[in-house]
T-cell receptor
């Protein structure tokens, strides 16, 4: 079955550590996205990529980094510069670079900083 | 800029009750409108969409009509079930890639047996 796989589902990190969240899709979608979800705040865009080897900052990119070396993969690194990293992170993809607003989401990764 | 406003939750209903979750938007041009649903511990799924004024999106017994005159896209269901308990997000897309997609803050729906 086609879909988006995020891992790990749960992750604990000590302050000062970088962590990388994995996102893999087998939908052959061009565009991929990372959102952060906090209670009562909805979804906020961190980074997105419309094509391999290219990505753009979203609304809250500070303290995060991404890469897009393969069409199928769009990992997110939460760096120690991110001041409040505890959150639920969602990866998504869409079929076209221009986009239609119709996204396919993974099941999310919950990061907790101890 | 664009914005989406949803009624705040949680919304608690009894099984078989009628559901309305209000959504209004502010946008330039003619956006497409969406409802996404997030079940506990999962990512979001597209529930329904409408791409132009007066269109009605429908899926799984849920409906929403694109009302340009009132800039609204209210979600309705005639008889809810316990399995409908989830968080519902209204969203709009005004074009231009990822920057053109705006989500509301979500409405938590709880259905009691």
């Amino acid at each position: 079955d086609g879909g988006i796989t995020q891992s790990p589902k749960y992750l604990f990190r000590k302050e000062g550590q970088n962590v990388t969240l994995s996102c893999e899709q087998n939908l052959n979608h061009d565009a991929m996205y990372w959102y952060r979800q906090d209670p009562g705040q909805g979804l906020r865009l961190i980074y997105y990529s419309q094509i391999v080897n290219d990505f753009q900052k979203g609304d809250i990119a500070e303290g995060y980094s991404v890469s897009r070396e393969k069409k199928e993969s769009f990992p997110l690194t939460v760096t120690s510069a991110q001041k409040n990293p505890t959150a639920f992170y969602l990866c998504a993809s869409s079929i076209a670079r221009v986009g239609t607003g119709e996204l396919f989401f993974g099941e999310g990764s919950r990061l907790t900083v101890l | 800029g664009n914005s989406v406003t949803q009624m705040e939750g949680p919304v608690t209903l009894s099984e078989e009750a009628f559901l309305t979750i209000n959504c209004t938007y502010t946008a330039t041009g003619y956006p497409s409108l969406f409802w996404y649903v997030q079940y506990p511990g999962e990512g979001l799924q597209l529930l329904l969409k409408a791409t132009k004024a007066d269109d009605k999106g429908s899926n799984k017994g849920f409906e929403a009509t694109y009302r340009k005159e009132t800039t609204s896209f209210h979600l309705e269901k005639g008889s809810v079930q316990v399995s409908d308990s989830a968080v519902y997000f209204c969203a709009l897309y005004s074009g231009g890639g990822a920057d053109g997609l705006t989500f509301g803050k979500g409405t938590h729906l709880i259905i009691q047996p």
